[in-house]
């Protein structure tokens, strides 16, 4: 019987507690870092990962890199198919076969993934590295860049007496001389 006081008595001072919990959102963002290892490279700025939420526990997701645009696989022409190719490339090299950590982690606009900055022990931004490389563009979510029309593209031929002595090479796969 004192038990059962004691509980009903108990009981009004655990309510607050449990209305308090359930009128929380769930967090928009989680810093991190949150430590996966990389399954798979998709294309420049998207990788499928195995993340370690909680001990002995995973959870498959896609993470797209935070702030940054890479050129498509699915291109509507060969210059923006090939500069996609070398970004996807260079991001393998960049995440390698240890451990990635992902950060500033939240939801993106296509269900099923993520946005997040991620990075390695040796490397703590690979978006950053990609973005200095030129193997992306930096992008805040609005309108994309015409890949097609700004890397390699064909462009309508100067008279000759315009014409400027060819410029060396620059360093950055994006780079219009």
């Not at 959870?59 to 291109?75: F, G, K, Q």
């Not at 240890?98 to 978006?127: C, E, H, M, N, W």
Request: hydrophobic share 40%; aromatic share 6%.
């Amino acid at each position: 019987m004192r038990r059962l006081l004691l509980a009903l008595a108990l009981v009004p001072l655990a309510l607050p507690a449990a209305r308090a919990a359930e009128d929380q959102d769930p967090p928009r963002e989680i810093a991190g870092p949150v430590q996966a290892r990389v399954v798979k490279v998709r294309d420049g700025d998207t990788v499928e990962v195995e993340a370690f939420v909680w001990p002995m526990q995973s959870v498959s997701v896609a993470v797209r890199l935070r702030n940054v645009d890479a050129p498509e696989l699915r291109a509507q022409c060969d210059s923006e198919r090939k500069s996609a190719e070398a970004a996807r490339e260079r991001f393998r090299q960049l995440v390698g076969t240890g451990p990635v950590f992902l950060t500033q982690i939240s939801g993106d606009k296509y269900f099923g993934r993520v946005l997040a900055r991620l990075g390695t022990k040796d490397t703590p931004d690979i978006a950053a590295v990609l973005l200095r490389e030129g193997m992306v563009d930096a992008y805040d979510g609005g309108r994309r860049r015409d890949w097609c029309n700004t890397v390699g593209a064909s462009l309508p031929e100067r008279p000759k007496a315009q014409q400027r002595p060819a410029a060396a090479p620059q360093p950055g796969l994006f780079w219009r001389g």
